[in-house]
C-alpha cells in the first residue's frame, strides 16, 4: 500500500518529542529480530519495546465484528465476574516503574479502556515517567474527561470508528458515531484552549464486508475532525481449519487450551469485493480530500500489493507475513494481571504480575519454552498466527506481499 510511511514526517512536523519516543520503541522493535532466538539466559526485559495494557473485561458497546463482545464474542457474559479480578492501580504504578528504564511505548486497551475505575491517574503516572502513552478507545467517554486528557499530556489516542454515521452506528452501536465525533471534537478544543500538541488523535477503522464500500465517504467526512493517523486495520479473522490447527498444535506443544481464536471466525470477511476495496483505499491514501501537505497520515495495516486483498480476506490459510516477533520485544499485560505474548488470544499464560516482578516473568522459563517453540514451527509462527493483529503489524514481510 502506498504511502503507508507518511506517518513519521506527519507526526515529527506535529510533536518531535512524542514522535521521538515512539520511534524509540518501534526501533527497538526492529531491532529484536537480531537478538537470540532461545537462549535460556538471555536478559530479553532490556529489549522491551512495546507493552500492552488490557485494563478491564468490561465493555459498554457490543461491536458485531468484536472477538470480545461481538456476535461470536468470547467475553459476552462473563465480563462482571472477571472484572473483580482487575489489578489495582498501585499494582500497575509498581509496574510502570520497573519497565519504565527500558522506555517501552505503552498502549492501554480493554474491554473500554474508561472503565478501568483509574485510567487517569494510571495515565498521569506514565506519563511522568516519560513514556510513550497511548490509548484505544471507543471514544463513548472521551467528551467528559477531554480537558485532563490534554492537560494531563497523553501522547496519542486512537478512537475506533468504522464508517459514517448509519453504517458505523448499525456495527458498533445506535447513536455512537455522534458522540465519538462530539468526543474528538472536545479534545480539538481542548488542546487549542490549552496551546498543546497533545495529544495525537488517530481514527482506527476495523475494514470489514459491513464497511468496505463506505471508507471514502468516511474519510471525507473526517476532514474536520483534525486527526493526525487514520489508521485502516484490514481486520481479524479465522476459520475452523485453522482453529482445529491451532487447538493440536498448542496442546501438543504448550499443554495449552486455545479458548479464544474461534472467536474471530465472524465470517465479516466474506463476500468483499477485493478489487473495489484496493481501488477505494488506494484513492484513500493518495487523495489529500482538499488537506494542506502534513496534515494527516493514513497507513493500512497490513500493507499489501493490490492483487494479494483478495487473498488476505478469501484465503485465511495463506500466510501475508511470517515469523512473529512478539516474544522478542513485546507483551500484553491482562485485566486479571497474566502475562501474554499473544494480546487477542490470551491462552497461554506467562506468569502473574499480582505475584512476580515483569522482568522474572518475561524472562521465566515459560516465556522461554514459548520463545524456543515458535521459533521451530514453519515461518516462526503457529496456524493461529495467520491473520493476528501483531503479526500484520510487526511479522515478516513474505515476498510478493
Ligand atoms: C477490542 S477494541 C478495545 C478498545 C476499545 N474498546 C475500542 O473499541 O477501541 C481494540 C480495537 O480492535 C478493533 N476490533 C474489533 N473487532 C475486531 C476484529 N474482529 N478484528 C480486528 N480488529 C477489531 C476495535 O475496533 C478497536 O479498534
Ligand atoms: S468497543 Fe471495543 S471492546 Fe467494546 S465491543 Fe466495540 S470493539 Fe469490542
Ligand atoms: S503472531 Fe502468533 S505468536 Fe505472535 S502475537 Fe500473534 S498469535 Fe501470538
New binding site residues.
Given amino acids: 500500500m502506498k504511502h503507508n510511511f507518511s506517518v513519521v514526517p506527519v507526526l515529527l512536523s506535529k510533536e518531535p518529542s512524542l514522535s521521538y519516543k515512539m520511534a524509540l520503541g518501534f526501533l527497538k522493535i526492529g531491532l529484536a529480530r537480531l537478538k537470540p532466538r532461545f537462549d535460556f539466559n538471555y536478559n530479553h526485559f532490556k529489549d522491551l519495546g512495546l507493552i500492552y495494557f488490557k485494563l478491564t473485561p468490561l465493555c459498554n458497546l457490543h461491536c458485531k465484528m468484536c472477538g470480545q463482545y461481538g456476535d461470536r464474542g468470547c467475553m459476552k457474559g462473563g465480563a462482571a465476574e472477571a472484572a473483580k479480578t482487575i489489578v489495582p492501580l498501585e499494582r500497575y504504578k509498581q509496574i510502570i516503574d520497573e519497565i519504565a528504564p527500558r522506555r517501552p511505548v505503552t498502549y492501554i486497551w480493554g474491554g473500554e479502556p474508561f472503565l478501568y475505575p483509574d485510567l487517569l491517574p494510571l495515565g498521569k503516572h506514565i506519563v511522568d515517567k516519560g513514556l510513550f502513552f497511548s490509548v484505544n478507545t471507543n471514544g463513548m467517554f472521551l467528551e467528559q474527561h477531554a480537558e485532563q486528557i490534554v492537560r494531563d499530556k497523553w501522547s496519542c489516542i486512537f478512537v475506533s470508528l468504522d464508517a459514517f454515521k448509519d453504517v458505523n452506528d448499525a456495527m458498533r452501536g445506535k447513536g455512537s458515531y455522534e458522540r465519538v465525533v462530539r468526543g474528538i471534537e472536545a479534545i480539538k478544543r481542548e488542546k487549542e484552549r490549552q496551546k498543546s500538541n497533545h495529544p495525537f488523535v488517530g481514527i482506527v477503522t476495523t475494514v470489514t464486508n459491513a464497511n468496505y464500500a463506505n471508507l471514502e465517504e468516511f474519510v471525507a467526512a473526517t476532514k474536520s475532525f483534525d486527526i493526525d493517523i487514520h489508521m485502516f486495520n484490514l481486520g481479524t479473522y479465522t476459520n475452523d481449519a485453522i482453529v482445529d490447527r491451532q487447538k493440536k498444535l498448542m496442546k501438543e506443544k504448550l499443554n495449552t487450551n486455545t479458548d479464544f481464536l474461534s472467536c474471530y471466525n465472524t465470517g465479516y470477511n466474506k463476500n468483499i469485493d477485493t478489487r473495489k476495496l484496493y481501488d477505494i483505499l488506494q484513492t484513500i491514501h493518495n487523495s489529500n480530500f482538499g488537506d494542506p501537505p502534513l496534515k494527516s497520515a493514513r497507513i493500512t495495516v497490513p500493507a499489501l500489493n493490490p492483487e494479494k486483498i483478495g487473498i488476505y480476506y478469501n484465503d485465511l490459510e495463506t500466510p501475508v507475513r511470517d515469523h512473529?516477533i512478539?516474544?522478542w520485544c513485546q507483551a500484553n499485560i491482562n485485566y486479571n494481571g497474566d502475562v501474554h505474548?499473544?494480546?487477542?488470544?490470551p491462552d497461554y499464560i506467562l506468569g502473574n504480575i499480582k505475584d512476580q516482578s515483569f522482568k522474572e516473568i518475561y524472562n521465566g522459563e515459560r516465556a522461554n519454552i514459548f520463545r524456543k517453540t515458535?521459533n521451530a514451527c514453519e515461518g516462526g509462527?503457529?496456524p493461529?498466527?495467520l491473520r493476528?493483529y501483531?503479526?500484520m503489524l510487526f511479522?515478516k514481510k513474505i515476498k510478493g506481499f
Avoid: L, S
Avoid at 341 to 345: E, H, M, N, T, W
Fill in positions: 512473529c512478539v516474544p505474548f499473544c494480546a487477542d488470544y515458535i509462527m503457529f493461529g498466527c493476528c501483531q503479526n511479522g
